[in-house]
């Protein structure tokens, strides 16, 4: 492998960890056996803790990059994620513990923008747009493995399953020795020296995207949270059959973050609403299945969907914007992406308001496609507008010549 193989790897390395916040949730059975004298609720908080650290360093990221530089701030990251990460290893005290996983979520919000920013301010177009699909993948690759890497050490006692997070040791060598200060960055950090004064406002563009996904992650959330209770509910399968069909789902997902910058040559602006059409199917099959196999399907349609739009949805983002703003564009969107999975719960409860019967589970899946449907015409709508300004624009151009 080259140099540039080597600091696009080590680049990509980092996101591994991102979403393993929940790779020891296999341990959740035993750890609940271990802390009897806790509440049932905070032994499950353990679990979902970090998201809100995340969620709150993500706000800060930018900020603490701007100060002292982006690699620096990934550094710190990791180094307080893998700390966080492996010290249930060598303490069983609840509280500890609990410090622990605030920090991991801390250490992951750190550089969770940064993971994706810095593609964008070393590499261009299509080759930003390949490395962003990558980036994406290897989110679910290093989630699958570490959830994988848990569940068997966790027959050498539920604390083990923590070793998992010895993994950011090597991430953290890869990226120091590899990656760079993004040279377009630091000339940025230059010019708002220069201009103390000025302010980098968030564009239209970036807000509009960003309400965008935080709609999407509901929607994208119907199948990761209700498909066990959908499948056990109609007498299709087992909660067991779920937790695989939903691990083809991440399969799905994976392999399509790979193959999203093949697929983002052929479709460019159509890509995002493709990707609303396919999450539509996903809903309509799951709903109206009636075999585990057509389920699977369709959940695996979702991770494809899911794959498209997030990497198509940061890239436009980030081409849209100038350079100092590429953190901070990428920072707010992935603050609305993680409210979005909170809130999900709450905007299933409101779909369940809306349908033409009384079984509320199938009207979220029902209003749930409805909705895609209807995004994807309108993107559709707004991608041939595009589309037919831009050839005007370029007969205008070959006319002038």
Known sequence: MNKKGLM?????????VLTSNTAIASALPMMLGYYKNQPQSS???LMTIPQASVVIFIALSSIIAKKIGQKKTVLIG???AGVSGV??????????LMISRIALGAGFGLFNSLAVSMISEFFDGDEAATLIGFQSAFQGLGAAVMTFAAGHLLNFGWQRAFLVYLIIIPIIFLFMMFVPEPPKAAKAAEEALDQPTTK???????IGYGILLLLLCVLYMIVAVKLSLFITTNGIGTASNAGTILSFMQVANMVTGFLFGLIFKKLK???LPVSFFIMAAALVLIL???????TGIGAALNGVAFALFVPYIFNDANSKVSQSAKASTTSFILVLANIGNFASPYGHKFLELFG????????IFLNGSIIMVVLGIIFTLLSLKKKSTKSDNDLNVAEQN
């Open 288 to 294: 109206v299945s009636k075999s585990l196999f057509l």
């Open 269 to 271: 602006a159509f890509t």
């Open 8 to 16: 696009k790897f080590s680049l990509l390395s980092i996101s591994l």
């Open 87 to 96: 010290l249930p290893v060598v303490t069983s005290n609840f509280y500890l």
């Open 78 to 80: 990791l180094i307080l």
């Open 43 to 45: 032994v499950e908080l």
């Open 200 to 206: 980098t406002k968030l564009s239209t563009t970036t």
């Open 356 to 363: 033409l019967g009384d079984n509320g589970l199938q009207n």
